[in-house]
């Protein structure tokens, strides 16, 4: 009898480290991740969209900016997971339509320390690599370590525009943060550090998925 899939979202605000948290994810438990930028890439270049509970993801999930994945089972089942979407009721609705999420992993993190993140990130718009002038710079100031590119900081991530940027996304996630507590199928992890969080998250899925890493391992 094949096993049942596990559809999962991750959730948080800019600069919360859901980037980081996929990848580790992807690695742990053999999972391919498609980070947004590079899904919306790859999408603008002609690609179709990757297929969302078995069927093309309509516009209004393109546009959202998804982060797809899926790992296969001894079944060949795979288990699906997002990142940065749902970010509003509406798009969580339209989710509803296409497949009945298992699992939503929401990362809260203080939102000053999240102003500090964002202000010092800085990306190489090619490849949508991040880097932070705090704790993971690049090797030479201002550059991209693999191609030697100059880095840009976007304008949403200097400090004037962080805070409204926050505000906005606190509004919106809201209802979206409730829906999911109210079915009981939300786990919240808060923290200061990736690092930190990132066990919690480990033991989570390890419950419901197996991992192909310990968590020493990653």
């Known amino acids: 009898m094949a096993s049942k899939l596990l559809r999962a979202v991750v959730l948080g605000p800019p600069g919360s480290g859901k ?11 053999g999972l391919q991740h498609l980070s947004s930028g590079q899904f919306l890439r790859e999408s603008l270049g002609g690609g179709e969209c990757p ?9 209004h999930l393109q546009r959202a900016g998804v982060g797809w994945g ?5 079944d060949g089942e795979t288990h699906p997971w997002l990142r940065r ?63 030697g590119e100059p880095l840009v900081q976007r304008e949403d991530d200097k400090p ?21 507590k109210s079915r009981g199928i939300l786990h919240s992890f808060s923290g200061t550090e990736t ?3 990132w066990p919690y998250v480990y033991t989570l899925l390890s419950s419901k998925i197996p991992p ?6 990653n």
């Open 51 to 59: 297929p969302v509970g078995g069927s093309p993801a309509p516009g």
């Open 160 to 180: 004037e525009a962080v805070a409204a940027r926050l505000r906005k996304y606190k509004d919106a996630a809201k209802p979206v943060i409730e829906l999911y």
């Open 85 to 147: 979407f749902p970010r509003t009721l509406g798009q969580a609705e339209a989710l509803d339509r296409i497949c009945e999420l298992d699992l939503v992993i929401s990362l809260n993190i203080p939102f000053e320390t999240l102003k500090d993140r964002l202000s010092a990130r800085w990306v190489h718009p090619a490849s949508g690599r991040v880097y932070n002038m705090d704790f993971n710079p690049p090797h030479v100031q201002g550059v991209d370590d693999l191609t």
């Open 195 to 197: 690092n930190k969080i």
């Open 70 to 74: 899926g790992k296969g089972d001894e």
């Open 212 to 217: 192909v890493l310990s968590d020493e391992e």
């Open 19 to 29: 980037g980081t948290v996929c990848e580790r994810i992807a690695r742990s438990f």
